[in-house]
């Protein structure tokens, strides 16, 4: 069974920069791909960054601010977010795509607020 568990959200001005943790347990392969969501009140949950073997792609609305990275050794993907916005409030989400279905954590709040 693959868990994911994320971590580093929290309260931060405009401005600011948060690194988000997805430590995930269970057997997974570098080559999967592995990837961030969010979900703001009110709002359908959208796509924000995925990592594969063949590289990074992001999202038009984060893409120059945010950077998505993963520590095999350590099955840990993060995702740092500098020049946060209030628009960027939402809840993270990672996930992983294996072959047979994807696995979700359970997410993080991340406010941007002053």
């Known amino acids: 069974q693959v868990q994911l568990v994320e971590s580093g959200g929290g309260l931060v001005q405009p401005g600011g920069s948060l690194r988000l943790s997805c430590a995930v347990s269970?057997?997974?392969?570098?080559?999967?791909?592995m990837g961030w969501s969010r979900q703001a009140p009110g709002k359908q949950r959208e796509w924000v960054a995925t990592i594969t073997s063949d590289g990074t792609n992001y999202a038009d609305s984060v893409k120059g601010r945010f950077t998505i990275s993963r520590d095999n050794a350590k099955n840990t993907v993060y995702l740092q977010m500098n020049s946060l916005k209030p628009e960027d409030t939402a809840a993270y989400y990672c996930n992983v795509q294996t072959p047979v279905k994807a696995y979700w954590g359970q997410g993080i709040q991340v406010t941007v607020s002053s």
């Open positions: 269970g057997t997974i392969f570098s080559t999967w791909p």
